[in-house]
């Protein structure tokens, strides 16, 4: 599986360089921003956690308004139970990389050379690279530790679906709200609880060489 997510990556990469070379100028970016998860977890009630992003997008002419634009960022994201469930995770903080091959769909045509707002909608798939736990053991005593990915435990790749509003300058600033309904149960064992991220996210970012 962690093959087939790099393969991912890189086949996103490709594909985004390949239009490029035929659709028109392609423009690279940075952007960054800050989470606040709403997590369904059926073991217990939680509270919302905070977190946030940073990473590169590309955006590349599709066809009239319709841009391609994808990304890759490290997300970090967390979990936190209200009560301490009984043989459960109680929190959860986690660092993932993200491929998002979403798409943007501007209000105004390129050709105005204005300053416009656009909506943002797509996927996303998410690998897990590391965290810390908290879970209880046959006592109710809280064990903390590094987050344990398995078929049995915490899985460690997810998907959501994004849907998103910004504002972009000609000048390359880019504001989005973007909101992600979670897809993936994120645990892994049989008869086992849920856990969903849904998470409402603020960010900035920058396309180089985009000037009025």
């Known amino acids: 599986m962690r093959s087939f997510f790099f393969l991912l990556t890189a086949c996103t990469l490709f594909v985004a360089s390949a239009s490029s070379q035929s659709l028109g100028k392609i423009y690279y970016g940075i952007k960054g921003g800050y989470n606040y998860s709403l997590v369904s977890y059926t073991a217990a009630e939680t509270e919302g956690a905070h977190g946030g992003y940073a990473g590169v997008m590309m955006k590349i ?43 943007q769909i501007d209000f105004k045509h390129p050709d105005k050379n204005e300053n416009t707002m656009f909506v943002m909608i797509g996927p996303s798939l998410g690998f897990g690279v590391g965290g810390k736990q908290v879970k209880q053991d046959q006592n109710g005593t809280p064990i903390k530790g590094k987050l344990k990915y398995g078929f049995q435990d915490y899985g460690q790749y997810d998907a959501s679906w994004h849907s998103g509003l910004g504002y972009e300058t000609t000048n390359g600033l880019r504001l989005l709200v973007d909101y992600a309904f979670g897809l993936s149960n994120m645990m892994n064992r049989d008869g086992g609880p849920s856990i969903r991220f849904h998470t409402i996210s603020a960010g900035v970012g920058y396309w180089f060489g985009k000037k009025k």
């Open 61 to 103: 002419p599709f066809d009239n308004r319709l841009f391609f634009a994808p990304q890759i960022d490290f997300n970090y994201r967390g979990m936190k139970a209200k009560t301490l469930p009984a043989n459960e995770l109680s929190k959860v903080t986690e660092l993932q990389i993200r491929v998002m091959p979403v798409v």
